[in-house]
């Protein structure tokens, strides 16, 4: 079947490193973010969340960081494995009102062994 | 988290037919939505359904072409009427599943697994 990603933008990091995925949202109104993984064939995975009153949340071997500032949103992988390669989305939304998610255009991240 | 399950989780259709895909949510939610995702691309909302009233449809995408039924609180469909190449994509569905407690008063949202078509 078809990969999703395929277009995507890629990152390509060593079994141990560490790994760093950018986003950029749109919306400065928005209030609430979060980081998926998409693996192949499969449905997007919820990874971690911020609200934005919130600078950085740990989980357990990834952070994530938010700078409302430039509306700028990182998810740092720790120790990546091997297991960790996907496509990763950031997703926005608001408190109130509207309650979809609005998605970012993706990274692939590939680990090598 | 909500666990959710998506009928078929494939199929390849000929144009001009229509899909119909379920969506079953192993408990009650309020908030469900459809999404697109085509090839190599991010995720697009179709539209809102929630139980109860009509849903609400983003830019781009109508009612006549993507009908979609919410009988109950676990399970929606969404159709894929009149179908083109153009169609062929992923479609999934997400709940949103409310947690409140402690510091942070989260609304996840979860997504099943998805519905890969392919129209010829």
């Known amino acids: 079947g078809e990969s999703v990603g395929l277009h995507l933008p890629t990152l390509s990091v060593q079994e141990g490193d560490n790994s760093i995925i950018n986003c950029a949202y749109s919306?400065?109104?928005?209030?609430?973010f979060i980081w998926y993984k998409q693996e192949s064939g499969k449905g997007p995975q919820f990874i971690i969340d911020?609200?934005?009153?919130?600078d950085k949340r740990q989980g357990q071997r990834v952070t994530v960081l938010l700078n409302k500032t430039v509306k700028h949103l990182s998810l740092q992988i720790a120790a990546t494995q091997p297991g960790d390669s996907a496509v990763y989305f950031c997703?926005?939304?608001?408190?109130?009102?509207?309650?979809?998610?609005?998605f970012g255009s993706g990274t692939r991240l590939q680990v090598q062994p | 988290s909500a666990v959710i399950s998506q009928k078929p989780s494939r199929d390849i259709c000929q144009r001009g037919t229509s899909l119909t895909i379920q969506c079953q949510v192993d408990?009650?939610?309020?908030?469900m939505f459809w999404y697109r995702q085509q090839p190599g691309q991010s995720l697009t909302l179709i539209a809102t359904?929630?139980?109860?009233?009509?849903?609400?449809?983003e830019s781009g995408f109508v009612i006549d072409k993507f009908p979609i039924s919410r009988p109950n609180l676990t399970f929606s469909t969404l159709t894929v009427s009149n179908m083109s190449p153009e169609d062929s994509s992923i479609y999934l569905c997400?709940?949103?599943?409310?947690?409140?407690?402690?510091?942070?008063?989260?609304?996840?949202?979860?997504f099943g697994p998805g519905t890969r078509l392919t129209v010829t």
């Open positions: 919306n400065s109104a928005s209030d609430y």
């Open positions: 997400s709940v949103e599943s409310r947690e409140q407690g402690g510091t942070l008063s989260s609304y996840e949202q979860y």
């Open positions: 997703a926005e939304n608001m408190d109130t009102g509207r309650r979809a998610l609005t």
């Open positions: 911020i609200r934005s009153n919130m």
């Open positions: 359904a929630n139980q109860g009233s009509e849903a609400t449809y």
């Open positions: 408990s009650q939610v309020t908030m």
